[in-house]
């Protein structure tokens, strides 16, 4: 069963208004991931994938991620659009976050261009921020979409929504 969207209003994106196969984008705005009082990453260059249902999900380049932030990758889940994915632990200021963040070393070709960028989920960060907006995370613990301020739902990841 599929919910009933969130009409968008004026200035507004609306989940259900992104494609199914997801599409990758250049992001204009600055990208900031804030872990134990340090920034631990932040780029002028990310992309953000937009998949219908899901909030976007952010990616930094990896020279943009400071050093030391990221433990060993280590194997993760199978993405049906992006490929295979490794899992990293993020530690900062004295503060880790287990399996916090990800990356697609050899994605499939409709994505080559985020190769090795990195991914954080949002809930285990002290922030995450896309311009001077903070975002929240895609419910669930599932997914790891970023929602701001500006974006209509409902939002796949929550309770009853994986058969969407």
């Known amino acids: 069963m599929h919910p009933t969207p969130i009409p968008a209003k004026p200035g507004e994106e609306s989940v259900w208004d992104y494609p199914r ?4 984008e ?4 600055r990208l900031r991931v804030v872990l134990g009082g340090l920034t631990i990453a932040e780029t002028g260059a990310g992309y953000r994938v937009l998949e219908t249902s899901h909030p976007p999900t952010y990616y930094f380049p990896p020279e943009d991620v400071i050093e030391g932030a990221l433990a060993a990758p280590r194997r993760a889940g199978l993405c049906e659009w992006k490929g295979r994915a490794a899992l990293f632990d993020v530690a900062a200021g004295g503060v880790s976050a287990p399996g916090a963040a990800w990356t697609y070393p050899e994605p ?4 080559a ?3 090795g960028y990195i991914a954080f ?3 285990p960060m002290e922030g995450c921020f896309v311009g001077d907006l903070r975002a929240v995370p895609q419910p669930g613990g599932f997914y790891g979409g970023w929602i ?3 974006l209509a739902g409902p939002f796949k990841g929550g309770p009853g929504t994986m058969g969407w």
């Open 148 to 150: 701001t301020p500006g």
């Open 21 to 24: 196969p997801p599409r990758l």
């Open 121 to 123: 989920y949002a809930g």
């Open 113 to 115: 261009a985020i190769a």
């Open 26 to 29: 250049r992001v204009p705005q």
């Open 108 to 111: 499939t070709p409709g994505f």
